[in-house]
């Protein structure tokens, strides 16, 4: 069993019987993720892979915010050596853990879902929004591409017309219209968020657990050909990363 050593002080956990609770606990920032706080997800899903006694995970944001991306600090800091030739980014070894588990994922959201605070969402079995939600994925607008293998994804979940009202147009689409395309499963209120997803979180771990897995198993489909298009927008996105449009963008963003 991995022994669970978080290191950003913005991940918080939190166990119910046999459903672990991952809280991005960085309220004052929006929940952007940093470099540390992606590692610290990857320890909390290795941790949850390895503990018989989870059954389902479920991730939520504290504050008025599921998750606004990525530190755009942290992406101007980035080391280019860290992401030459399509290395993969700590961001990235969270989405490939996801895809690796066999056991369920759930996620609560709320307010800014931006970037990685929506791709994220692709790798979860089950999605509770409140209304509040909002769903950006922001890549266009920063002079970057998609990750997370969203580009191989959205277009077959939301239809391509609606997936480039993300992607190409930089839309922003509200809890309703991501409802009615199946980018969630539920829609509550914002003060129903936390207990719904608890009652659902905890309703799934009961569920018997090899059954699960091989439920998960036999309808997660295409796993081999997300890994090579994440493969194929990581070198794109490393590139995009360090040019002098991107870089500009930021730098104008941090200076507003």
Request: glycine share 8%; hydrophobic share 40%.
């Amino acid at each position: 069993m991995s022994s669970l050593e978080l290191k950003s002080g913005h991940i918080r956990i939190t166990e119910h019987d046999a459903l672990m609770q991952v809280t991005l606990d960085r309220a004052d920032k929006l929940n952007a993720l940093t470099a540390e706080m992606y590692r610290d997800l990857a320890r909390a899903v290795d941790h949850f892979r390895d503990r018989d006694d989870l059954n389902a995970l479920l991730i939520d944001g504290d504050g008025r915010s599921f998750c606004a991306g990525n530190d755009i600090g942290d992406f101007l800091n980035a080391d280019p050596e860290a992401r030459k030739n399509g290395k993969i980014s700590p961001a990235m070894e969270v989405v490939h853990r996801l895809i690796e588990l066999d056991k369920p994922v759930l996620a609560a959201v709320q307010g800014n879902c931006t970037g990685i605070g929506t791709t994220l969402l692709l790798h979860c079995d089950l999605v509770m929004a409140a209304d509040s939600a909002r769903f950006y994925t922001a890549f266009i607008n920063l002079g970057l591409v998609p990750e997370a293998g969203s580009s191989l994804i959205l277009p077959g979940l939301l239809g391509r017309q609606n997936a480039n009202r993300l992607l190409i147009a930089g839309d922003t689409l509200t809890a309703e219209e991501a409802e009615r395309m199946g980018l969630i499963a539920y829609r509550v209120s914002d003060e129903e968020l936390r207990e719904r997803a608890l009652e659902l979180g905890k309703k799934v771990a009961a569920k018997p657990p090899q059954a699960m897995r091989y439920t998960k198993q036999l309808t997660r489909h295409g796993a081999d050909a997300i890994r090579e298009q994440i493969k194929k927008e990581t070198v794109l996105f490393g590139e995009r990363l360090f040019s002098d449009e991107t870089r500009a963008i930021f730098d104008r963003f941090l200076n507003k």
